[in-house]
């Protein structure tokens, strides 16, 4: 079975707080993907990766970087928090070619107060 | 204007009902995800669809390219279906990106 799993289901931060969230696959996926996900809006793409040290912007980086040291292993960093980034983080991983499933972590819900 | 919209949006309906949500696109793919979330958030992969028809269970999902839609059903509704289910589109090859439709929530009354 593959197994994307995430640093920690629930998180509480102060504004202006540095904040790390882990994301780690066990399928040898070249693709991992950070979402962020909030009511009416649907998932959001905030960063992919497609390779060790590659990395790609999607449709809303603002405020975020990452990080791929390692195939398995995909990072989400907020610089510096802001209440508007309260969300539900979402990490997903898939092989490549193209036509494979995507898999997803089990989220992490962040609350930035 | 979105790519792809979902309706409805909302459903509701008895144990036993059986359930279509649809999914349309504006633009061209080379596949459809439909994809569930359970409350508490984790994101399970129903199906990928690139033509034709798929079965899974009770779960089926179907896609006609040229109309840009795609459908999925479930037959003989369970509590247990109560979710919210979200079609994603890979936009073509090349394109390691899925675009997402806002999902549509299910609750299915025993």
């Known amino acids: 079975d593959v197994k994307v799993t995430q640093s920690s289901r629930y998180l509480v931060k102060r504004t202006g707080e540095k904040v790390f969230l882990e994301c780690v696959q066990d399928m040898d996926h070249e693709n991992m993907f950070w979402y962020r996900q909030d009511p009416g809006l649907g998932l959001r793409l905030i960063y992919f990766?497609?390779?060790?040290?590659?990395?790609e912007k999607g449709d809303i980086p603002e405020g975020y970087s990452v990080s791929r040291e390692k195939k398995e292993r995909f990072s989400l960093i907020l610089e510096s928090a802001s209440t508007n980034q309260t969300s539900m983080y979402l990490c997903?991983?898939?092989?490549?070619?193209?036509?494979?499933?995507?898999?997803f972590g089990p989220g992490t819900r962040l609350t930035v107060t | 204007k979105n790519e792809v919209e979902q309706s409805p949006q909302n459903l509701t309906a008895q144990e036993g009902e059986f359930i279509t949500i649809n999914c349309s696109y504006s633009?061209?793919?080379?596949?459809l995800h439909w994809l569930q979330q359970h409350p508490g958030g984790g994101i399970v992969s129903l199906f990928m669809l690139s033509s034709g028809k798929k079965k899974h269970g009770r779960l089926i999902a179907t896609i006609n390219i040229q109309e840009k839609h795609s459908s999925l059903h479930i037959t003989a509704s369970h509590p247990r279906d109560s979710a919210v289910y979200i079609c994603a589109l890979h936009l073509g090859f090349g394109n390691e990106k899925l675009t997402f439709g806002t999902g549509t929530r299910l609750t299915i009354i025993p």
């Open positions: 990766s497609y390779d060790v040290k590659m990395k």
């Open positions: 633009v061209g793919i080379s596949a």
């Open positions: 997903a991983s898939r092989a490549r070619p193209i036509l494979y499933e995507q898999y």
